[in-house]
C-alpha cells in the first residue's frame, strides 16, 4: 500500500458520510485496504474498520461493538483459529495500548440497525478499550475487542458516560472513578520507536500480544498552568511505573542525566535525541528536586 | 475526630445545596474539620474542602481550580514554606493518585463569582489532576493542584471536555487522546493497604510525595462483558507495569500462584487474602495462558 496510514478524522468526511462503494475510501487514506475489514498492522496499529457481515459473532450496540479479530474466516465461518502475534490483531491491540483512535465505517450487508440500506456509512471515531479471547459459535478461537464511541459529537454518549452507563447508581457511590486522559501525539510515537519501547530509566519492555508498550512522557507538562511542548526534546520514552514516577516528581533528571531524588542511576539517551535542559529544570522546580 | 471519612456523594446534599455555617456541614461527615480547609490526611486522602479566601494564591475558573495546599499560612498571608510530606498536602496526592472524589465547597469570603453571598455553597465533585510547587506571592514554596469538576451534572462540563478545552482543533487533529477510566474501590484500596501497596509479582512500592502508590487490579474484569465482582477474592495488588502485562494478558495465574506465561516467579500471597479459582481459571481462558 502506498499511501500513508492516517489516524483520527479527515477532512472533508464528516461522521454519518456515506460513501456508495469501498474505493471512494481509498483516496485520502480514509480505508486503504479495499479487500479487508481493517486497515493497519501490527506495527502502526489499525486506523479503520470497515463492518460488512462478515463475521458471525460480532455485536454492534451503536456507541459500543464487540468486535471480531481477523482470520480464520471463509464465507462468513470461522474455520480456523485466530492469532494474537504478527496479525492485524496485534494492530488492533497497539491502537488499544496507544489510544489510536479507529474510524468505524458500516456497509450495508452488516447486520445491525445502524447499518445503511445501501453503501457504506461512516460511524465516527470509536476507541479500543478491552480485548480478549473466546471460543465462537463454530468452535474456534477468536481475538475479540471492545470498542467504544470517541468522537466529539455531543449529540452522542461520551466514552465516560458509556463506561460509568454499566455501574447503578448505588455502585456509583460506593466506587470512586478517575478519568485519565492519556494523550498520544505522531511525535511521542516516533520517540517510542526511536528508543524501540524500551524504558529510559529501568530498561524494561513490556510486551503485550506480540506489541510493545511504552508510554511518551512530557517532561514539561502539556496543557495548564504547565504549557510544555509537544517536541522531541520535551519527551520521554517510560514505562508506566516510571512515567508515574516522573509526573509526579518522585524523581528528576539533572543537566547530565543523572537521575535524582527517590532513585539511583542514569537516564539512557539516543544518540540521536537531544533533551531541552530548560524543560528539565522546568522539572527539577516544580518539584523541588535538586 | 470520631465520625469516619466519607468519599464522594452525601445522601442528601446535592449540588448547589447551601450551607449557613460550617458546623452544618459537621454531622453527616460532608466536612468534618470546623477549623481548616481541607478534611482528611495523608493515609486515606481528602474527602472535602472549603475555600473560604484564606490563601492569596488559589485562582478559581468555576469547573477548574488552581488550589493552594495547606500550611505556613497566618492570617491569610504565606509566612513559610509549605510541605508535601506528613501534611494534608501529602493526602490530596492520596486523592490524586487513587481517584478520590472531593467535594468542593465555596465559601461566602472566597473571592470568586462562584461564591455565595452569604454561607457556604456545595459546588460539586471534583478530581485532583495535577501537583507541582512553585514560590507563590509571598516568596515562599507552596504547594499547587489543579482540580477539575467531576460530577455527573450533564449540565457542567465533563473531566473529558474540560481537558480538551485547551487544545485546539488543529491540534485535535494531530494528537490522539484516549480516555482510561480508573475505578477505585472501598475494597480495592482496603485490599492495597493490606499489601502495604506492594506489588504482589515484583515486590515494588512506588513513592509519591509521601505516600504509596498502587492499584487494585481485578482478576476477572469489572464491566461489560466479563462482569467480575468487586470482591477481595477477585483483587489483587499490582504496580501500574503489572497491572497493565496483568489486565492485557501478558501473564496469568495458576492455581497454585505461580506466573505463567512472558515471566517467572510465583505470585506473594498474604495470609487474609484468598482468592477466588473460579476467576483466575477465567482470566487464563480469555487470555490463552495455559
Chains 1, 2 share one sequence.
Not at 183 to 189: E, L, V
Not at 235 to 262: K, Q, T, V, W
Amino acid at each position: 500500500m502506498a499511501k500513508p496510514i492516517v489516524f483520527g478524522s479527515i477532512e472533508g468526511v464528516d461522521e454519518g458520510h456515506v460513501f456508495t462503494g469501498r474505493r471512494e475510501m481509498m483516496t485520502n487514506s480514509f480505508h486503504r485496504n479495499w479487500a479487508a475489514g481493517i486497515d493497519g498492522n501490527k506495527n502502526e496499529g489499525v486506523s479503520a474498520i470497515v463492518l460488512s457481515g462478515g463475521y458471525e459473532d460480532d455485536e454492534d450496540l451503536g456507541d459500543e461493538i464487540i468486535y471480531t479479530g481477523a482470520g480464520g474466516n471463509v464465507g462468513k465461518k470461522q474455520v480456523e483459529d485466530q492469532l494474537w502475534e504478527n496479525t492485524q490483531n496485534a494492530g488492533l491491540i497497539k491502537s488499544m495500548t496507544e489510544g489510536l483512535p479507529i474510524r468505524v465505517i458500516r456497509g450495508y450487508k452488516h447486520k445491525s440497525e445502524f447499518s445503511p440500506s445501501g453503501g457504506y456509512i461512516y460511524s465516527g471515531l470509536y476507541s479500543v478499550v478491552d480485548a480478549w479471547e473466546e471460543i465462537g459459535k463454530s468452535g474456534f478461537k477468536i481475538c475479540r475487542f471492545r470498542l467504544i464511541y470517541a468522537g466529539q459529537n455531543s449529540s452522542r454518549k461520551s466514552g465516560e458516560e458509556i463506561e460509568l452507563n454499566y455501574i447503578t447508581k448505588e455502585k456509583r457511590r460506593k466506587e470512586t472513578t478517575v478519568l485519565r486522559i492519556i494523550r498520544d501525539t505522531k511525535i511521542a510515537r516516533d520517540i517510542k520507536k526511536l528508543y524501540e519501547y524500551r524504558c529510559q530509566v529501568c530498561d524494561i519492555v513490556l510486551e503485550i500480544k506480540g506489541t510493545r508498550y511504552a508510554e511518551g512522557a512530557h517532561i514539561k507538562p502539556l496543557g495548564r498552568p504547565h504549557n510544555g511542548e509537544d517536541n522531541p526534546n520535551n519527551l520521554l520514552c517510560l514505562c508506566p511505573n516510571h512515567h508515574l514516577l516522573f509526573d509526579r516528581g518522585s524523581f528528576s533528571i539533572s543537566d547530565s542525566y543523572n537521575l535524582i531524588g527517590n532513585i539511583n542511576g542514569k537516564l539512557k539517551i539516543h544518540e540521536k535525541h537531544q533533551l531541552n535542559k530548560e524543560n528539565l529544570k522546568y522539572h527539577r522546580e516544580i518539584h523541588g528536586q535538586y
